[in-house]
């Protein structure tokens, strides 16, 4: 191999060329493993609130909510998961729309599948156990595993008790009975290092009691609570980021929290207008696209310490022969 003057000169930079690219594909890494927050909209029909069964992007850091599109006949949505073994976005709808708590019924869910760059339905079946058709407040995929849990509402078909927790088969949206919480209003949420959570409330005299307001722990086995602490709001709307951030909205009060797990003391994060937050998810960008950087930086970096090599002495010697010296 014969190496010129100019390739020379370009040694002493090879590794300093090597540790900028993997520099920069690291930062893109970075830049795409950002965290967007998705939250499904439900609301009450009755023009009190807007964009009623949409998708959007809300804001965790003003709460304010984009509209990313409207799946097609869905009036309601209660819950989003997001499964990142596949990088499907599944949402749980809730009809008939409309309705104050305590709620009327009966009402019924389907599990469906969004484009989440534009809100449209993808796919949609019936959840259903026993037969029968449930009515659920909120969905979350377990990490590791990746099983969708369901909980249900209190205004399902069937007698259906509020507050159970159910596994959720993604094809056929068949459910099977994990156990019931013991509370009348239920959202969930799994943490990365797999924690579920609930927010709970009770039903009084009067509706729903706010003096119950809680965050408990549960244990995703028997839906048993495993810890409580006492909160100022129910979330009808639950998430956590990937850090361990709890973010918690309360529908119809528009308001968007992150909540300390220890204390359920509550940090107000904005105001989500008319847009009533049914449910909450995280998103992070599909793997896939970080390891195509990386794979693209490697070749760039073995490309170039090819086409720079300094020669070994007995390719040195045999240039030298090859020219007679």
Aim: hydrophobic share 40%; charged share 10%.
């Amino acid at each position: 191999m014969t190496t010129s003057v100019s390739q020379k000169r370009w040694f002493p930079y090879v590794p300093a060329i090597a540790v900028a690219l993997m520099l920069l594909c690291l930062t893109s890494t970075s830049a795409l493993a950002a965290e967007t927050l998705y939250g499904g909209l439900g609301g009450h029909n009755n023009g009190d609130s807007t964009n009623d069964g949409a998708l959007g992007i809300v804001s965790q850091t003003t709460g304010a909510v984009s509209i990313v599109g409207h799946p097609a006949g869905v009036s309601r949505l209660s819950g989003l998961a997001y499964d990142t073994a596949t990088n499907v976005l599944y949402g749980s709808t809730l009809s008939p729309a409309g309705g104050f708590p305590p709620p009327t019924g009966p009402r019924a869910s389907n599990l469906i599948t969004l484009d989440r760059n534009t809100g449209a339905l993808l796919t949609s079946a019936p959840v259903t156990a026993g037969g029968v058709q449930l009515s659920l407040s909120d969905i979350a995929f377990q990490p590791g595993t990746n099983t969708l849990f369901g909980i249900t509402n209190p205004d399902g078909a069937g007698g259906v008790a509020p507050g159970n927790l159910y596994t959720i088969n993604l094809t056929t949206g068949v459910a099977t009975l994990v156990g019931n919480t013991g509370l009348f209003f239920d959202t969930i949420a799994f943490a990365p290092n797999g924690t579920l959570y609930l927010s709970g409330e009770q039903l009084g005299m009067m509706g729903p009691d706010a003096t119950t307001d809680q965050l408990d722990t549960i244990n995703p086995s028997n839906a048993m609570i495993l810890s409580t602490v006492k909160t100022s709001d129910f979330f009808g709307a639950l998430a956590v980021r990937s850090d361990g951030t709890i973010f918690g909205g309360n529908g119809d009060q528009h308001t968007l929290f992150t909540v300390n797990p220890t204390t359920g003391a509550e940090t107000v994060v904005g105001d989500t207008g008319t847009n009533f937050v049914g449910g909450l998810v995280f998103v992070t960008p599909e793997s896939g696209s970080s390891l195509g950087f990386l794979a693209i930086a490697l070749i760039v970096v073995a490309g170039a310490r090819r086409h720079f090599a300094v020669p070994s002495p007995l390719e040195v010697k045999k240039q030298a022969a090859g020219k007679g010296l």
